[in-house]
């Protein structure tokens, strides 16, 4: 049973334009959620994080906003480049411990 | 440079070999992971250290081992490889505690036959 779950697979956007990246997750006791974002033929880089006492954390083009109560969380790419297509995957640690990966998001900012 | 190195990058292995994915990390972090991705699946742990000298166990360690024997390097071993084990593997270290923000290497891709 996935802990944390990214319901899409393939996101396209247009450049310029704000992309959307949607995470779920079941356990409550989850108390920080980061994301990161992989290149092909590379490993995973670290983007933005956000504590459970927060709602949003902001960093430069990269904003991502939780909902504790829908146990959601979302980054926004505003604007989308080129650049940014990449796989984003969502991720979740309970206190202190290992993180918990949801299955990524393929996103293709189209020029 | 700072970070981790991981070795070999691609490997074909015929299956029942035995077969060690080397990791080795020069920021002086107390945590390591290893990771199989998989398409679909993302990001699975196998086994992690929190400290050298330790081990434990992650969501899918069955059919794979590791030790610590120092802060640096983390092998992962597979004893007796099997096509299922067919993936990209991912080696990860972090500080203990605060962000835990993981650093990844740059990923052994592992073809079982």
């Known amino acids: 049973d996935q802990q944390v779950k990214q319901n899409s697979p393939s996101l396209s956007v247009q450049e310029g334009r704000i992309s959307i990246l949607n995470c779920d997750y079941t356990?409550?006791?989850?108390?920080?959620f980061l994301w990161y974002k992989k290149y092909p033929a590379e490993g995973p880089t670290f983007l933005i994080s956000i504590s459970s006492i927060k709602d949003k954390n902001e960093d430069g083009r990269f904003t991502v906003f939780l909902n504790k109560s829908a146990k959601h969380l979302s980054l926004h790419i505003v604007p989308s480049q080129p650049g940014d297509s990449a796989v984003y995957f969502c991720a979740a640690r309970i206190s202190a411990r290992q993180l918990t990966f949801g299955s990524g998001t393929q996103l293709t900012v189209l020029p | 440079i700072a970070g981790i190195t991981q070795a070999p990058t691609s490997q074909i292995l015929a299956a029942g070999r035995r077969m060690t994915l080397r990791c080795t990390q020069d920021m002086r972090h107390n945590a390591m992971y290893w990771y199989r991705q998989d398409l679909g699946l993302g990001l699975r742990l196998i086994h992690y250290?929190?400290?050298?000298?330790?081990?434990g166990k992650g969501e899918v360690p069955d059919g794979y081992s590791v030790s610590r024997a120092n802060t640096d390097d983390f092998p992962l071993t597979l004893a007796s490889a099997v096509p299922s084990q067919t993936s990209v593997y991912f080696c990860?270290?972090?500080?203990?505690?605060?962000?835990?923000?993981?650093?990844f290497g740059p990923g052994t891709r592992l073809t079982v036959l």
């Open positions: 990860a270290s972090s500080e203990l505690g605060g962000k835990n923000e993981q650093f």
């Open positions: 356990n409550s006791m989850f108390d920080y």
């Open positions: 250290s929190n400290t050298a000298g330790t081990t």
